[in-house]
Every structure is written in C-alpha cells, then in structure tokens.
C-alpha cells in the first residue's frame, strides 16, 4: 500500500505493448499481489485503473476483447450535462456532468471540443409550437446556471435565418427562430484508449484480450483474493487485494463468478445511430430534431471537418428501447432503421434535399447502456429513458468492488467514487484516500494546435495531441504512410501502423473501428481498404498469408453482420424521453 512514509510513490510509466504487460500481469502473485485488479476496459474500468495507480496503488486491468469494445465505442460522442435529464428532474446529474465536462475539456484540451447545439423554433403547424418555445428557453436557461456556463458560452437565441443558416435542408418555410446552446464532443474510443494509456504511464499494468474466467476466493476469510484469466489460450492466476467489477452490461456475468446466486441488477437500454454522407444534411453544428411519433428527439452531428468548413458525414442517433437479446452483439435493426429515418425524413424539406433511404446509410452503430435497475415496484413498467444514468458503487459478498451505470461525461468522477471504496477497504494511508484525477492532464495535453480543421496537422492534433510528433515522425521515414488509409476518410496509414505499435491494436477490426473509426461511418470504403489495411498490419504483426486472410473474414463476416440485420424486423417498442 501506497504511502506508508507519507508519500506517494511514482511508478515508472509503463510502455503500451501487450507482451510485456501480460509479463508484468503475472508478477500478481500470492506473495506479491496487486493492490488492485480491475475487470474491464471500457471507459469506467481505464478511468478507476487510472485513478488507482495516480493514488499509488499497485494496479492492473484486463480486458476481455479491445479497450471500448464494449458501450465505449459505442455512445453519442457527447461530453455533456443532458438537457432532456433536467426534464426528468434530474438536477444533481447534470450538475456532476457538467463540472465533469469542465474537467474533462482542462484535462484533455486535444480530445474534447466544445460542440454548439441548435434546437430549431418551427411554426404552429410544425411540432414545436410558441408555448413549447418559451419552456425551451427556461430550460436553456436552467441548463446554464446548473452548470452549462462553465464552458464559457450562454445559450442564446437565434433568427430564423441565422437558423437556417446552420441547417439549410430543414422546413424552412416553417423555421421560426433556434436555441443554441453549448456541449462538448469526443471520440469516445480515442478518450478510452487514452486513459488507458495514461494508466499505464503512471504505471498501471493494461492488457487487453485477456477474459477473466473465475474470481478467487479464500474461504477462511471469506474474501475475493484474485482472479484467473485466459491469454493467449494459457490460463492464469492474478492476486490482488481488491477486485474492481467494471464490466458494463457484464457485470451480473462478474457477479455470478463468485456470488451464491446470479444477480440480475442491469438494465440493457439499446441505443443505435446510424450514418449519411453530409451533403444529404448539411448541418454545420449539431442538431436537435423532434419524432413525432413519440415526442422524442434526435439528434444530428456533424464529423470528419473538411478545410472548406464542411464536413464527411453526419450521424444520427439514438433510440432507447429495452434490450434482452445477447449482450455480445447489439444490432441496429430495420426497425431502428425506419424509426430514425422517419424522423430525419420528417426534418427536412423534400424541396431540398431527396429523401434519405437505407440505401443512403454508409454506417450504424448499436450499443447497450448499462443502467442500473431500480428496486422500486413499478420500476419494471418504466421507460428505460426515464431510468438515471446516476452511477452506483457497490461490494459484493465477498468484497468484490463493482461500478455501474453512468455516463462517458462522468467517467472521472465514477472513477473516483470507486477508489475511495477501494481504499477504505484497503485500509490504505490517508494520502492514498484523496482525490488523484482532478488535475491530471492525459496524455497528449499539452499538444494545442491552430491548424486549420481539415488539415493532416489538425487532424492529427486532435487525435494525439502531442504525441502527434510521433506520427510525423513515422511520416517523415516513410512518406507512403501520409497516403489515406481508407478513401474518403481523414485517417492516414501512420495511424495503423501506430495503433500496433503504440496503442496494443492486434485486429484488423481494431483498426478500423476504434483506433480509427472509418467503420462507423463509411463501412463500404472501409470493407474496400480492408486488404491493403490487412497487408500493412501483417508486415507490422508478422502474420502469415493464413492469418491476414482469417482477418479479413473475420472483418466481411462483421460487416455482413450489420447489413443483414438492417434488413431484419424486431418489433421494439421506443420509448419517450
Ligand atoms: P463498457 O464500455 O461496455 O465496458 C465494459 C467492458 O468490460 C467491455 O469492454 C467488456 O469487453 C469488458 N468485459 C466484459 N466481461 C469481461 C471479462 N470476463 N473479463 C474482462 N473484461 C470483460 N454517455 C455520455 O456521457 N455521452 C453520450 O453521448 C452517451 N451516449 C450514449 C449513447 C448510447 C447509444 C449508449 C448505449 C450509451 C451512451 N452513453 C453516453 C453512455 C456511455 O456510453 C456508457 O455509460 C459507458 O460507455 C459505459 O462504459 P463501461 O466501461 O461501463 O462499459
């Protein structure tokens, strides 16, 4: 335990490379445990194994697949406080999140950008009628002093020209005036495998691929003291004092490893986007769009920024329906399909722009909110978007730390909460029980850019920060990877060949979804670059002309996944905001 001479020690960083992560994984031992093992890497396990080693705890995380596989790679992309949440009464949330954006864009100025937001005014004969306007603007109003002025920006209201202006397609016959209002953005992976890597830099050991397939328990005591994991196909023990569950929707699979009966204390809530080319909307900030059939809303966002001030796509997202299918493989359906077309399609003026269909799609993403389920009587009968996206810490039978629910927004402050359960436990020294993350920059902070949107320097910059140094750098000794990696797409082939050697990417899906995210939002270009992305990883990886081809089989069957259930019926009921 940390700070038994008062101080916290600093561990040496960690270099990102899985060979030698799984070594030091092993170091775990009986004799010579981790003070904490952490189960899961999406956005809330990398946030508490970055919290835990800033603290000076021994810490290691494993991941069953990729980092963010999981929801992370999965949200809106939002840093945000949740207007519709203040709705729900839900005053303390936003406030947290709010302050959490704060620290988030101080913290990772190279990865969060603040992101404004118009609600668009439409006439009496549309849906949002005058009165409706006015209670937006005491919304607006509300979402500020909660929190919202933090970013710097007041919402204000704007002319229906200067409405127009950001979103030309709409009905703008119809177009009374807008609300703008001020978030944030992230890629959501990118931010995960960040503070991934940020862990590992204070020393924390980060592996991914690595399933845990049992918890152990010391029956004298009554205690989880570890857990075993499969890696590589060798099974092994990791010791450690105290065990983190933070395994998303998996979390009851955690449970049941060591708990007497199979919990069942989560919510799956589906969520799906999907993706269009951008000149079929043409928005230039994000935009929020009512559906009619349920009193919803959607929302519109701009991504890949060109040098002109246009953009490559804009996705569209998301739904929130009750989800008991397998947790493994969320799909966007046809019916997610035509709910979100229906509504996109109810935006804008024909006149315009033609109808978008589901031949227009480039890309869909499906993820699965774990919220917490409530032990209410009727909470059975409410809508999964009625559910708070609050976070809940709590210790199994056997002092196993588990951490649900949340945000992205709120990963820190989860992170946070979850390490001060685990000291206690721990009964580690006081310094080790204060906040650590507050303040701590991640890596790549301190890379601010003035490039140009649209540029390789900016885009570059808003990936890496200033690690992209790193990547010209690999440029510079090889200029065929300035080339693009996939055409169409901002993303270079230096990105690839980094993302094995620096960011532990080991599939070709790995590539094109998270380290870059080409697949989300062009998957037929993607499913076109996808032998010339395999060759360049083989020549990086060493695999044989058997594996490259076992890659690319994997990548068709993942894609042909996601096409043929946009062509399949599910019947989901969606449910109000
Ligand atoms: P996950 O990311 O799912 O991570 C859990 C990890 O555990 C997975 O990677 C999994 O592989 C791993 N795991 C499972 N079993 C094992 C095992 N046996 N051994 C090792 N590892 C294991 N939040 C926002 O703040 N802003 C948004 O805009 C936003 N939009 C959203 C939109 C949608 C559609 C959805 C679904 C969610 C959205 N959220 C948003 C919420 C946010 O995305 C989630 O709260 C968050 O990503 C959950 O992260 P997690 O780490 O808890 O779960």
Redesign the pocket.
Known sequence: IPSMSGRVPKAEPRPFERAAMLDALRTGTTEDPFDVLV???????VGVALDAAARGLRTAL????DF?????S???????GGLRYLQNGDVRLVYEALRERRRLMRNAPHLVEILPFMIPILTKDGVVSKKVAKALGSAMWMYDLTGGWRIGKLHRRVSAEEAAAHFPTTHLDKLSAGYLYFDAGAD?ARLALTVARTAAERGAVVVNRC??VDVTVDPARNEATGVIVEADGERFSVAARCVVN?????SD??RALDETEHPDSIRPAK?VHITVPWDRIRIDIAVIIPVRADRRSLFLGPWGPRSDGTFEHVYV??TDTDYDGPLDDPQCTADDIDYVLTALNQALDPAVTERITPDDITGVWA????LVKQATPDSADSKTADLSRRHQVAVGEHGVVRVNG????TYREMAEDTVDVVTELLGAPRRARRPATRRCKLLGADGATTAEPGTLEHHLAHRYGSMAGELRALIAFRPDLAEPLVAGQPYVRAEAVYAVRHEMATTLDDVLSRRTRAHLFDRPASLAAAPAVAALLADELGWSPDETQRQLDAYRRLCELEENAGAQRAHVTHTAD
Do not use: C, N
């Not at 494993?62 to 697949?65: S, T």
């Not at 949340?406 to 927004?409: E, M, Y």
């Open positions: 189960i899961g890497g999406g956005i809330t396990g494993v991941e069953r697949d963010a596989s999981g929801t992370s999965k949200s809106s992309k939002m840093v945000h959501d399933p845990v933070a395994a998303g929707v998996w699979e955690i969520g997202g998301t993820g699965l909110r774990p949340g945000k992205l927004t």
